[in-house]
């Protein structure tokens, strides 16, 4: 759990980060490559942060689950997987 405590930490702090930049204005933020340099990479390994989290949970989750439920379907038996990833956004290759 210790390091689930450590990826949200590491959320809450690249977010409260990115937070203060969007207090910035829309303009002043896009003239600035600094800026966007800055932001970008922060954004981007605070996303994957977030789904590295996602898959600790689901690693938790009791995995003889035969459904899952997701907001206007269920999807069960062998597609269980490549369904829900589908579901959340996930491109399956």
């Excluded at 930490?9 to 829309?26: A, F, G």
């Excluded at 390994?45 to 269920?74: E, K, N, W």
Aim: proline residues 3%; hydrophobic residues 35%.
């Amino acid at each position: 759990s210790s390091g689930l405590d450590h990826l949200l930490s590491y959320i809450d702090e690249q977010l409260e980060q990115l937070m203060s930049l969007s207090q910035l204005p829309r303009d002043e933020f896009e003239r600035s490559e600094t800026l966007r340099l800055v932001a970008e990479p922060r954004l981007e390994t605070t996303a994957q942060a977030c789904v590295d989290v996602a898959h600790r949970i689901l690693a938790m989750h009791d995995r003889s689950a035969t459904s899952i439920d997701l907001p206007g379907t269920c999807v069960s038996g062998s597609d269980l997987g490549t369904s829900a990833a589908a579901g959340c956004g996930f491109r399956i290759e």
